[in-house]
């Protein structure tokens, strides 16, 4: 059997593809690993007539515990300024049993954020041993209303049976 040749496999550098990913590290830390296409980065450098690469690049971590996160109702938020050629960071001293999520973006002249993409949402473990029969987290409040923004309780789909010709 041959051997395959080493060279010309290389893994990239890039994938040029737009993904933010938020991922558990311990109760109090958590890393954030992303990519921004050449295409969102054109487009931003086009909107703010400036250069990409001059743009600050900015971490926002949002605390979404217990929440229908709409994008302006967390619990509290903070940015973190990262380096331009960044493409991952660490966030520490967070709190035990929260649920975050984070955005990349940048600031504008005014200081106001602009997000570029948002990651997916992560709880952190406790720091602590559950007691017996306690729920391991918290029921969101506007789960067991009717009716929240057109959503359907779930106990609906559940109750529903599928159709076999064979049952009787």
């Known amino acids: 059997m041959k051997a395959l040749p080493t060279a010309g496999f290389e893994v990239p550098d890039r994938y040029n593809k737009d ?13 954030v690993y992303w990519e921004i296409s050449d295409r969102r980065r054109w487009l931003v ?11 600050p690049k900015v971490i926002r971590l949002y ?17 973190v300024t990262t380096t331009s050629e960044a493409n991952n960071w660490y966030l520490h001293h967070l709190g035990a049993g929260r649920t975050y999520l984070v955005d990349i973006g940048t600031y ?18 406790n720091d602590t041993e559950t007691k017996w029969g306690e729920p391991m987290q918290t029921v969101v409040l506007e789960a067991h209303a009717e009716r929240v923004y057109n959503r ?17």
């Open 63 to 79: 605390d979404v515990t217990s929440l229908y996160f709409n994008g302006s109702n967390a619990h509290g938020y903070w940015d």
């Open 108 to 125: 504008t002249w005014e200081r106001e954020f602009i997000p570029l993409l948002r990651s997916n949402s992560v709880v952190t473990p």
């Open 19 to 31: 993904i933010l990913h938020l991922m558990i590290v311990d109760a109090h830390s958590l890393y």
């Open 45 to 55: 450098s086009q909107h703010f007539e400036c250069d990409y690469a001059s743009m």
């Open 152 to 168: 359907i309780k779930p106990y609906f789909f559940e109750n529903i049976q599928a159709y076999s010709p064979y049952v009787r």
